[in-house]
């Protein structure tokens, strides 16, 4: 049973273009969470989703920032127009069941640099 | 707003030191709390607390949670280099919501 994979582990994009990050949860996980961690800071939540809903995505900045978790395949977070400040490590969790039942297990994380 | 606090924000000890590290909380509907290890990737799950009171131990690590007071220590025993590390706490409510992490940096 493969973990939390994130892909890709490293990402570069230029000011302006759009980022793509992909989180395929365990097998048999349907509740996935994406947290976004700057350097020397802890995890700052983002989005919530289980498969096909939003369930709280609170800590979306309200532009320029998506995120999906589809029937069929990983869920993403989209960033449109990136800019210097998106960079950052973006983490993705699974669970089988929401809260409290289970820990959330977490992906290795993609490195996201804006130059 | 779901609020985890914790404290130190950084930590230097030595090899075999003991060390408390504390994580308070405010959150709504509260379930559990958790603590995690990150070395430079993912973090990597501790210990899960559901009841006040009850020690839960796994080697030199141990942790404890106070629902009444709201806040939760985690206890390291002769710590190690290997202990340097961010730990985490989290507390799932309607969602996870993680600390900003205490810095653990242990001297040999």
């Known amino acids: 049973n493969a973990g939390v994979m994130q892909n890709p582990r490293h990402l570069v994009r230029r000011r302006g273009q759009e980022a793509r990050l992909r989180c395929s949860p365990m097998?048999?996980?349907?509740?996935v969470y994406w947290y976004r961690q700057l350097p020397e800071e802890g995890l700052k939540f983002m989005v919530y989703?289980?498969?096909?809903?939003?369930?709280?995505e609170s800590g979306m900045p309200k532009e320029r920032f998506s995120a999906e978790f589809p029937k069929e395949g990983p869920s993403i977070l989209r960033i449109q127009q990136v800019v210097r400040g998106d960079s950052a490590a973006y983490f993705c969790?699974?669970?089988?069941?929401?809260?409290?039942?289970?820990?959330?297990?977490f992906g290795q994380g993609t490195r996201l640099t804006v130059v | 707003e779901d609020k985890v606090v914790q404290s130190p924000l950084s930590l230097v000890v030595h090899e075999g030191d003991t060390v408390t590290l504390n994580c308070s909380y405010e959150?709504?509907?509260?379930?559990?709390l958790l603590w995690y290890k990150q070395e430079k990737k993912a973090p990597t799950f501790l210990f899960m607390l559901?009841?006040?009171?009850i020690e839960k131990k796994s080697g030199r690590l141990s942790s404890i949670l106070d629902k009444k007071e709201l806040f939760s220590i985690l206890n390291i025993t002769a710590t190690q280099t290997g202990d340097s590390a961010v730990y985490l706490c989290?507390?799932?409510?309607?969602?996870?919501?993680f600390g900003a992490g205490t810095i653990l940096r242990v001297k040999s």
């Open positions: 969790a699974s669970s089988p069941v929401a809260p409290p039942n289970t820990e959330a297990f």
């Open positions: 097998k048999g996980h349907s509740h």
């Open positions: 989703l289980q498969k096909e809903n939003i369930i709280d």
């Open positions: 959150v709504t509907n509260f379930r559990s």
């Open positions: 559901t009841s006040s009171g």
């Open positions: 989290a507390v799932s409510g309607n969602k996870l919501v």
